[in-house]
């Protein structure tokens, strides 16, 4: 990992953080994935409708950093059967922008297309990430991430793994 | 291995014997594979009896609409001017479009894209363009066909597609009882679900869900991840030590009653894993309203019923079970929402995207054992899946009910005994 200067991200910098939290997902490396969060995290991807307050609606997932801490500490275990054996994952990120700053973070949108194959047979998931990133003693890590499905509105397969 | 076969009679003869498949101890596997059973199911259960739809709380206002389903069956729930809730069923009835293609809304008239006919929120013909191909205006008696009973209960609605049958009342029996328990969680009386839906495709057929919903013997085990790695008390509920039970609460309903163990301990709030200091408001307010009375309500808490054929009632949180094919239904779920209660509600959201849903870590882990169950059911041998636990030890309670300990398979004898008499019914 190269150190980071500033808050001032270059698009260079920020695709291979973007890379690399994919890859970790992507081969369920927990640990790593779990120390890429800052302690105010958050982790949603919402259902339905995105504009839909995750405090009086439902989503699919809205994990604080606590809570993104149990998730891993229950895929760890083995015996989360949904994610044992675990997916076999690849994803491909694409048309990362810098899309502002708010206050120190800087705002990130991309596009995924992700595949999954499991015994059930493929899944194709796919949709808009926004990222908050930050950079905390010199490393870029990631504040915020919201998963908007393209087919959020429309029944969803098991999501067990890291979106 | 067991001798005894009973298989399905190939197409063009007699109906399945059901009384074959389905035996006190035991139940065939191709009542979770056969797509004939799963038309006949369509037609006895689905498009027959009394189904859950939706709730009151979704079309609060005049005009509100929203789809919603019974099985494959496309449906708007809507509410008229005078504020009566209509089931419409999803289809032009011209060329048979669909007419609505939004998921809610608030609209008193609905018009089918296609040639343009409108219908008013109760089904009935409003015009149609170029009135002069029909003689005229008024001259078609054409409206969107409608679910012929349509009842609710607490708001709960229920819609049956017979003209006549047993009443909604009937239908609940002793279910009933444990909505009223639900709503009595309300300061006001009253449960609103109004908190959106999450859906979950699952690859199984839907009666391993039913069966599921009341199975007090998997959790240890399905769910021992999260058990483990949060301290819940929830698996102590449901293990052998639980004094909770199992109760089949008639008409295919069934029950995990939790109050023994909440009675047990005879703390306040337990049921909901926290205690009345830190939900104040919510605790005067029970007791503002249900004087002496609350207390009992406070420790006992929420029911977990299973409400044939497809309305689960988990404590928080509210399932709807919808079949789509033999081997595929979806799971919509959301979180109970308290009238009165905001300092719950916002917790019961967040508990309930936790453990619920595609991602949640409770169901996601259910969801893959009813797919990795349905893909065991199609293969061949041993034919039986076993439905006998603790048949030694039921007993009949003071209301004349079956009941069964915390881990036996009370519920899913009571879900099957009425099956059989739905499927073998020749009415």
Redesign the interface.
């Known amino acids: 990992m190269t150190a980071v200067a500033d808050a001032g991200l270059d698009l260079r910098q920020i695709e291979q953080f973007l890379y690399r939290e994919a890859r970790y997902a992507d081969e369920h490396d927990y640990d790593a994935w779990e120390a890429l969060w800052t302690d105010d995290a958050l982790y949603w991807?919402p259902?339905?409708?995105d504009a839909?307050d995750?405090?009086?609606?439902?989503?699919?997932?809205?994990?604080n950093r606590n809570?993104i801490a149990?998730?891993l500490?229950?895929l760890r275990?083995?015996?989360?059967?949904?994610q044992s054996p675990p997916s076999n994952l690849r994803r491909v990120i694409s048309n990362v922008e810098i899309l502002g700053t708010e206050g120190s973070d800087t705002v990130v949108g991309a596009n995924f297309v992700l595949v999954e194959s499991r015994?059930?047979g493929m899944e194709i998931w796919a949709g808009r990430v926004t990222y908050k990133l930050r950079v905390v003693d010199g490393e870029i890590r990631l504040a915020y991430k919201k998963v908007s499905l393209v087919n959020k509105?429309?029944?969803?397969?098991?999501?067990?793994f890291l979106i | 291995m067991d001798c005894v076969t009973a298989t399905v009679p190939q197409a063009g003869t007699d109906r399945p014997d059901y009384s074959a498949l389905i035996q006190p101890e035991r139940v065939h596997g191709s009542l979770y594979t056969d797509p004939r059973i799963f038309a006949e199911e369509l037609e006895r259960i689905w498009y027959r009896t009394w189904v859950y739809v939706g709730h009151e709380s979704e079309v609060p206002q005049p005009g509100d609409y929203v789809r919603k389903n019974i099985g494959p069956q496309d449906l708007v729930m809507t509410r008229d001017r005078e504020g009566q809730v209509h089931l419409l069923v999803n289809r032009c009835a011209h060329r048979a479009n669909l007419v609505c293609e939004d998921?809610r809304g608030n609209s008193n008239s609905f018009r089918c894209p296609y040639h343009g006919w409108t219908f008013r929120n109760n089904g009935e013909l409003l015009g149609y363009p170029y009135h002069q191909g029909y003689g005229g205006r008024g001259k078609l008696n054409l409206g969107m066909a409608t679910v012929p009973r349509v009842e609710s209960y607490r708001g709960f609605v229920f819609g049956s597609f017979a003209e006549d049958g047993p009443t909604l009342t009937e239908h609940l029996g002793a279910a009933a009882g444990e909505i009223d328990r639900l709503c009595r969680l309300s300061p006001e009386g009253e449960v609103e679900l109004n908190?959106?839906?999450?859906?979950?495709?699952t690859?199984a057929n839907w009666k391993l869900l039913a069966e599921n919903e009341t199975d007090g013997y998997h959790p240890q085990f399905?769910h021992?991840?999260?058990f483990?790695?949060?301290g819940s008390p929830i698996g102590a509920l449901y293990s052998e030590k639980s004094t909770a039970v199992t109760r089949d609460l008639g008409n295919g309903h069934s029950e995990n009653d939790l109050r023994p163990e909440f009675r047990r301990h005879g703390e306040p709030m337990r049921w909901f894993g926290t205690t009345p200091d830190r939900v104040p408001d919510y605790v005067a307010k029970m007791r503002q309203a249900y004087g002496d009375e609350a207390e009992q309500i406070l420790v006992e808490g929420a029911p977990h019923v299973m409400i044939f054929p497809n309305l689960f009632i988990a404590e928080i949180q509210v399932f709807v079970i919808q079949p789509l094919s033999v081997d595929e239904c979806?799971q919509h779920?959301?979180?109970v929402q308290l009238k009165g209660a905001p300092e719950l509600n916002?917790r019961m959201?967040?508990q309930?995207?936790?453990s619920v849903?595609?991602?949640g870590?409770l169901l996601?882990?259910d969801?893959?054992?009813y797919?990795r169950n349905q893909?065991g059911a199609e293969q061949l041998r041993p034919e039986w899946l076993e439905i006998r636990r603790g048949m030694h030890r039921e007993r009949v309670d003071e209301r004349g009910l079956r009941v069964g300990t915390a881990t036996d398979e009370t519920g899913m004898r009571g879900f099957w005994s009425h099956y059989k008499t739905l499927m073998e019914d020749d009415k």
């Open positions: 991807v259902a339905g409708d839909a995750p405090r009086s609606q439902v989503s699919v997932i809205y994990d809570r149990t998730r500490k229950q275990t083995g015996k989360r059967y949904s015994t059930r509105d429309q029944p969803l397969p098991t999501l067990a | 998921e908190a959106g839906w999450l859906k979950h495709r690859r399905v021992g991840s999260i483990s790695v949060t979806v779920s959301t979180a916002r959201i967040s309930s995207i936790g849903g595609p991602a870590m996601a882990d969801t893959e054992m797919e893909v």
